[in-house]
């Protein structure tokens, strides 16, 4: 029982839950739970809605200078626009993917935290 503990200890002392006071955690904790269901929207649109997630990509990106839009009278996107906004759509995706990933993994490890204090078997000087 002592080494899951050590390598739970480890991963709570790696997100800094080990220096939040009682009530930094309980909020912590609160806050990240009602992120998680805005951030899997998002993530959500991007599964459900690739095409027009990959409009809103390649807006933007003609909007930051990074391509140029298409002629009026194309029918497709030119290849190299075509791959930017596909590196662009992937890499919002997975950052999406890590990011629900990351909030749920923090709200347990607050919750573990907690579970530890209450159940004295971590003494935390803060």
């Known amino acids: 029982m002592v080494e899951p503990i050590k390598t739970l200890d480890a991963d ?17 904790k609160e806050s990240l739970t009602a992120k998680i269901p805005r951030v899997t929207k998002d993530l959500k649109e991007f599964r459900l809605f690739p095409d027009a997630k990959k409009k ?5 990106l003609i909007q930051a200078g990074e391509i140029e839009e298409e002629p009026e009278d194309a029918t497709a996107l030119s290849l190299a626009n ?14 999406y993917t890590n990011k629900v990933a990351k909030l749920r993994s923090i709200v347990v490890l607050a919750d573990k935290e907690i579970e530890l204090r209450d159940a004295k078997l971590v003494v935390r000087s803060i």
């Open 56 to 60: 809103e990509i390649y807006e933007s």
């Open 82 to 95: 075509q791959s930017k906004v596909d590196a662009e759509f992937q890499s919002q995706l997975q950052f």
């Open 12 to 28: 709570i002392k790696a997100q800094s839950l080990d220096i939040r006071t009682d009530v930094e955690l309980v909020a912590i």
